[in-house]
T-cell receptor, first 114, second 109 residues
């Protein structure tokens, strides 16, 4: 079974802090993704990475950056956290091969910015 | 860009059949996927349609009509554990998916 592990289930930070969300997958997947999920808005893609050190902006990258130094790990960084970044953050991974390949999700990190 | 429309909520009776519709507008089509998410849980993959027609996996089936930019998820013999949110998604290029806003299914006794 594919395992996608997010470092924290719940996280509380203060406005202006630099926040790191970590995600690790154990299936040697090339592609990794960060989404945020808000009520009534579904899942929105923040950034994705199709290989080590490669990254692409998704639909809502503003205020975020990412890092992928190793194949199994994909980090999401909030450079200066703001209250409008309070949300559920979901990480996913997928093997290469196209859209027919399922994305495997972690359990999510519920982030609160105070 | 990509956009997908699906009903926000559906209620159905245990043992019945329910259909969740999804219409999409895309600049390029890379298939239609369905995901299930229970409250507090991670989304999990259900099905993928690249070609027109019906794909069946146990109690769940998924249908696609590319000419109508339309698909649906069909759940048969509903069980209480099917209460969840269901998302349709379409590829937005070779890598990423764009998700609909989700349909919350409530199964009642």
């Amino acid at each position: 079974d594919v395992k996608v592990t997010q470092s924290s289930r719940y996280l509380v930070k203060r406005t202006g802090e630099k926040v790191f969300l970590e995600c690790v997958q154990d299936m040697d997947h090339e592609n990794m993704f960060w989404y945020r999920q808000d009520p009534g808005l579904g899942l929105r893609l923040i950034y994705f990475s199709y290989d080590v050190k490669m990254k692409e902006k998704g639909d809502i990258p503003e205020g975020y950056s990412v890092s992928r130094e190793k194949k199994e790990r994909f980090s999401l960084i909030l450079e200066s956290a703001s209250t409008n970044q309070t949300s559920m953050y979901l990480c996913a991974s997928r093997s290469t091969g196209g859209s027919n390949q399922p994305q495997h999700f972690g359990d999510g990190t519920r982030l609160s910015i105070l | 860009g990509q956009s997908l429309e699906q009903p926000s909520e559906v209620t159905a009776v245990e043992g019945a059949i329910v259909q969740i519709n999804c219409t999409y507008q895309t600049s390029g089509f890379y298939g239609l996927s369905w995901y299930q998410q229970h409250d507090g849980g991670a989304p999990t993959f259900l099905s993928y349609n690249a070609l027109d027609g019906l794909e069946e996996t146990g109690r769940f089936s998924s249908f696609l009509s590319r000419s109508d930019s339309y698909g649906y998820l069909l759940l048969q013999e509903l069980q209480m554990k099917d209460s969840a949110s269901y998302f349709c998604a379409t590829g937005a290029g070779s890598y990423q998916l764009t998700f609909g806003k989700g349909t919350k299914l409530s199964v009642i006794p």
